[in-house]
């Protein structure tokens, strides 16, 4: 058996310390020893994207990282997209346009989306489908994801040109 070491890890804004194996992954560590269970694990391959979180304004795949290399990061997780009662324009609009049905995905999608539009709401439409198609979903077909996408990365623009 390896033996535990401390962690401290930034997620959300909340300072965590666990003790966790090095080997342990980031997700297993966001859901076994944070309690933060949005964040699914999927393939364990880095494949489907179930497991996307933000780190340090970037989109990565948990399940392909251990949780010692995200200390000193900020980790954002699905659980801190809404504040408080009020949702993620994005959470919005994946329930406005039905872009869910299962749900397992959906933490994923959040997340990737989240980060592409954060990082540049000018995504056109071609960039839309570009970075959707690094995640799977085996329930809607995708355009209801494309629609919701599409519809807060419009929505953002609008706001900026206020």
Do not use: W
Not at 30 to 35: A, L, N, P, T
Not at 138 to 148: D, P, S
């Amino acid at each position: 058996m390896t033996e535990k070491i401390d962690i401290k890890l930034n997620i959300n804004g909340d300072d965590y310390a666990v003790r966790a194996e090095p080997r342990k992954t980031l997700v297993d560590v966001i859901r076994d020893e944070c309690g933060l269970t949005g964040t699914h694990i999927g393939c364990e391959h880095g494949i489907c994207g179930a497991c996307t979180v933000i780190l340090d304004n970037e989109a990565v795949r948990s399940c392909l990282m251990f949780a010692v290399q995200a200390q000193g990061k900020r980790i954002r997780t699905v659980e801190g997209l809404a504040d408080g009662d009020k949702l993620h324009p994005l959470q919005s609009a994946f329930i406005d346009h039905h872009a869910l049905q299962c749900g397992f995905c959906t933490p994923g999608f959040l997340m990737l989306a989240v980060n592409a539009l954060e990082t540049n709401p000018d995504l056109t439409d071609e960039d839309i489908l570009d970075l959707l198609s690094s995640n799977l979903c085996r329930c809607t077909g995708y355009q209801n994801i494309v629609k919701a996408v599409r519809s807060t990365a419009a929505e953002m623009r609008r706001q900026a040109a206020r």
